[in-house]
């Protein structure tokens, strides 16, 4: 249908309709099935071996359908999940990125082979694999067709799923959500894809396989983080594939470390209500406690706070400061405190009206931070204060100009807080799945 204010220019009865030439190129890609098919009945037509759908705007799930089926049985449905790249796939070209949809081979020759065993056996076989690089918007230079890396993506596992020719499925997580591992999102979609309940499913003798396992060499553990939060047996593809002995770990991030019961309150006596009018700062980086601590122990102390994440510029949390202790209300400075060149700023003003200046340090670790933000971010009963997931360059640029709170900067006391999780059971569930 033209859009409004468009003509559509009529042919001409006296001008000559060039007739089509003789050979045209496009018709050199029609081949005899597709005409068959064009031909086909409806209800006769098989489906198309691949469709790809779009969840939510995040993450991309492609479902081949293979001439052979998998095998029936009577047990619990087992589960062989794995990761993409570096698991299943490499690139052809050594590069840590592929190059095109066709730079890839397998990562060893053994793994088609075991694939279309594991589906003989009847395991639903399945990809779940994270792909930030994947942009989901549209490419309005070629007829809003998909982004070029999208295209990439869908060719590239698709000749994967081809060339192994099983039933089978992709997960692709392209945002920092729900979806992206560790975090479950995916398993979710496949349990309700196939209509699943979790207890149906025989977690015992599923597996996940993932090269991202916290060994020295790898760049996170979100794959062994992945199968703890789903309940499946985790394996690297040298141990799954090549029957290897598992590699020593990097010391692992564990939430559970953090569950156990706190050793008494040890922050409380050293504020009262009896406190004199003071200045308290806290330094800590983004996601290390710190505002949690305002809530449990010094706002019922009726400390007033300030926040330059609220106020916005230093100068005009500095004004707010100075007009509630001018007031005689004592003050809280929930910012991050990074370097000592910002704390001399609050003790020139603790010096201004003459009152002590105490500093609050978080001690909590950068991978413990950035795990209390993905979980405060994706959980709205844990984040009150409706705070959105901070990007990586937020802790990065905390531990770049991170110097310790020394006395010699000019506090009365330096208050050092470890982290210990606080909440109810719906709470800890939550907080101790692996969230980075």
């Given at each position: 249908?033209?859009?409004?204010?468009?003509?559509?220019?009529?042919?001409?009865?006296?001008?000559?309709?060039?007739?089509?030439?003789?050979?045209?190129?496009?018709?050199?890609?029609?081949?005899?099935?597709?005409v068959?098919?064009?031909?086909?009945?409806?209800?006769?037509k098989?489906?198309?071996?691949?469709?790809?759908?779009?969840?939510?705007?995040?993450?991309?799930?492609?479902?081949?359908?293979?001439?052979?089926e998998?095998?029936?049985?009577?047990?619990?449905?087992k589960?062989?999940?794995?990761?993409?790249?570096?698991?299943?796939?490499?690139?052809?070209?050594?590069?840590t990125?592929?190059?095109?949809?066709?730079?890839?081979?397998?990562?060893?020759?053994?793994v088609?082979?075991?694939l279309?065993?594991?589906?003989?056996?009847?395991?639903?076989?399945?990809?779940?694999?994270?792909?930030?690089?994947?942009?989901?918007?549209?490419?309005?230079?070629?007829?809003?067709?998909?982004?070029?890396?999208?295209?990439?993506?869908?060719?590239?596992?698709?000749?994967?799923?081809?060339?192994?020719?099983?039933?089978?499925?992709?997960?692709?997580?392209?945002?920092?959500?729900?979806y992206?591992?560790?975090?479950?999102?995916?398993?979710?979609e496949?349990?309700?894809?196939?209509?699943?309940?979790?207890?149906?499913?025989?977690?015992?003798?599923?597996?996940?396989?993932?090269?991202?396992?916290?060994?020295?060499?790898?760049?996170?553990?979100?794959?062994?983080?992945?199968?703890?939060?789903?309940?499946?047996?985790?394996?690297?593809?040298?141990?799954?594939?090549?029957?290897?002995?598992?590699?020593?770990?990097?010391e692992?991030?564990?939430?559970s470390?953090?569950?156990?019961?706190?050793?008494?309150?040890?922050?409380?006596?050293?504020?009262?209500g009896?406190?004199?009018?003071?200045?308290?700062?806290?330094?800590g980086?983004?996601g290390?406690?710190?505002?949690?601590?305002?809530?449990?122990?010094?706002?019922p102390?009726?400390?007033e706070?300030?926040?330059?994440?609220?106020?916005?510029?230093?100068?005009?949390?500095?004004?707010?400061a100075?007009?509630?202790?001018?007031?005689?209300?004592s003050?809280?400075?929930?910012?991050?405190?990074?370097?000592?060149?910002?704390?001399?700023?609050?003790?020139?003003v603790?010096?201004?009206?003459?009152v002590?200046?105490?500093?609050?340090?978080?001690t909590?670790?950068?991978?413990?931070?950035?795990?209390?933000?993905?979980?405060?971010?994706?959980?709205l009963?844990?984040?009150?204060?409706?705070?959105?997931?901070?990007?990586?360059?937020?802790?990065?640029?905390?531990?770049?100009?991170?110097?310790?709170?020394?006395?010699?900067?000019?506090?009365?006391?330096?208050?050092?807080?470890?982290?210990?999780?606080?909440?109810?059971?719906?709470?800890?569930?939550?907080?101790?799945?692996?969230?980075?």
């Amino acid at each position: 249908m033209a859009g409004a204010g468009a003509t559509k220019r009529a042919a001409s009865p006296s001008r000559a309709i060039s007739p089509p030439p003789v050979k045209r190129k496009a018709e050199s890609t029609i081949t005899k099935r597709a005409v068959s098919s064009f031909f086909t009945p409806a209800s006769q037509k098989k489906p198309e071996q691949i469709t790809w759908r779009v969840v939510n705007n995040s993450a991309i799930i492609g479902k081949y359908v293979a001439e052979a089926e998998r095998k029936q049985t009577a047990e619990k449905p087992k589960v062989a999940a794995f990761d993409l790249d570096s698991t299943l796939v490499s690139t052809a070209s050594g590069n840590t990125f592929p190059k095109g949809p066709a730079d890839w081979k397998w990562w060893h020759s053994k793994v088609p082979t075991k694939l279309q065993e594991l589906n003989e056996k009847g395991y639903y076989v399945i990809i779940i694999t994270n792909q930030k690089k994947i942009s989901l918007k549209k490419d309005t230079k070629v007829g809003n067709s998909d982004s070029k890396s999208l295209t990439n993506f869908k060719e590239r596992a698709a000749a994967v799923m081809k060339q192994l020719d099983i039933p089978m499925s992709v997960y692709a997580a392209t945002e920092d959500d729900g979806y992206r591992k560790p975090r479950t999102g995916l398993w979710t979609e496949f349990l309700d894809d196939y209509d699943f309940d979790i207890s149906g499913v025989d977690l015992r003798h599923s597996v996940f396989v993932g090269d991202a396992a916290g060994r020295p060499r790898d760049h996170s553990q979100v794959d062994r983080g992945f199968a703890i939060n789903a309940g499946l047996s985790f394996k690297t593809p040298e141990e799954f594939f090549l029957d290897a002995d598992p590699e020593p770990l990097v010391e692992p991030f564990d939430p559970s470390t953090y569950l156990q019961e706190a050793p008494g309150d040890e922050v409380s006596p050293a504020f009262s209500g009896e406190s004199p009018l003071e200045l308290v700062i806290f330094c800590g980086s983004p996601g290390a406690g710190k505002s949690t601590f305002y809530w449990d122990y010094l706002e019922p102390l009726d400390y007033e706070r300030v926040n330059q994440d609220l106020l916005k510029t230093r100068p005009k949390c500095i004004k707010v400061a100075k007009e509630h202790l001018a007031a005689g209300k004592s003050v809280v400075v929930d910012n991050t405190n990074a370097d000592a060149e910002t704390r001399a700023h609050w003790v020139a003003v603790a010096r201004e009206f003459k009152v002590p200046i105490r500093c609050v340090y978080f001690t909590a670790s950068p991978t413990l931070c950035r795990h209390n933000n993905a979980v405060r971010a994706a959980n709205l009963s844990l984040n009150p204060e409706s705070r959105t997931l901070l990007p990586g360059i937020a802790f990065g640029d905390f531990l770049r100009r991170f110097k310790e709170p020394s006395m010699d900067e000019g506090f009365k006391d330096i208050i050092r807080v470890e982290f210990q999780f606080r909440g109810d059971e719906e709470a800890k569930r939550l907080w101790s799945q692996y969230w980075v």
